[in-house]
């Protein structure tokens, strides 16, 4: 899943192989104070190691530092940090919120015509993309879908937010010949999702830091329940984060 390769400047990297990633789920936010996030979102420390079997819980989460700021990432198939309420309250007062998800169904985003209308082109209900500053969401966008071209397929206040960020970043499907071993072996193919990496690199890139360095900490401190998640927002709260209607 990981490779280390040495640049010519003499600096170690270590690149993830996100293809075999199935489920992820991780936010990034500008706070720098760990109790403070996990305050916000309702957190509280687990009282087990958190890679224990006791906390094989959709509500399980690291909060780290990270970057320039703290990281909140959900190992055991959770979606919490990925809510509207969340990114809401961790993006209040001057500061940023920046979610990536994909492989769980997103009840929080899903393609519900009722509530998303008028921006259900811009929902999605396996992968998401959404950068919030100051309580409300600047953009979001299904990465399957992208298209850097098309803005109509974005929501948000500002659904231009992120694009100095998206340079040489590719969210195409990419098609690996393959050849199966054994007897009457033959050519097959692999697709590798590539919105994944686009994806993790873009929070890279806003976060200043490089997974995956801090998702998987070492200290069982790192653990937390997510004991109290937030009220879901009124549907005129949730027009107000997501942004005027896209024409």
């Known amino acids: 899943m990981m490779k280390r390769d040495d640049t010519a400047q ?89 979610c990536v998800v994909w492989g769980i169904s997103l009840s929080p985003w899903g393609k519900n015509y009722s509530r998303m209308d008028p921006w259900h082109t811009a929902g999605a209900s396996m992968a998401y993309f959404a950068y919030a500053a100051s309580g409300r969401l600047e953009v979001g966008f299904d990465p399957y879908d992208f298209d850097r071209a098309d803005p109509s397929l974005r929501c948000g206040w500002n659904t231009g937010a992120v694009d100095a960020y998206l340079h040489d970043l590719d969210f195409s499907l990419l098609t690996v010949a393959t050849q199966r071993s054994g007897r009457g072996s033959r050519p097959g193919r692999r697709i590798i999702p590539r919105h994944k990496y686009a994806c993790v690199t873009l929070m890279e890139r806003i976060a200043g830091a490089t997974f995956p360095a801090g998702v998987e900490p070492d200290s069982p401190g790192a653990g937390f329940t997510i004991a109290s998640p937030l009220p879901a927002m009124s549907d005129a709260e949730f027009a107000h984060f997501m942004g005027p209607p896209q024409s």
């Open 10 to 98: 003499g600096v170690e990297h270590v690149a993830v192989d996100l293809s075999v990633v199935e489920d992820f789920c991780t936010t990034f936010t500008t706070h720098n104070d760990v109790e403070i996030v996990a305050s916000l979102i309702g957190a509280v420390p687990l009282a087990v190691d958190y890679r224990s079997p006791e906390a094989l819980t959709s509500s399980t989460a690291t909060i780290v530092r990270w970057g320039d700021g703290i990281l909140i990432a959900q190992p055991y198939y959770g979606d919490e940090c990925a809510r509207q309420e969340v990114m809401s309250a961790l993006s209040r007062h001057g500061h940023l919120a920046v």
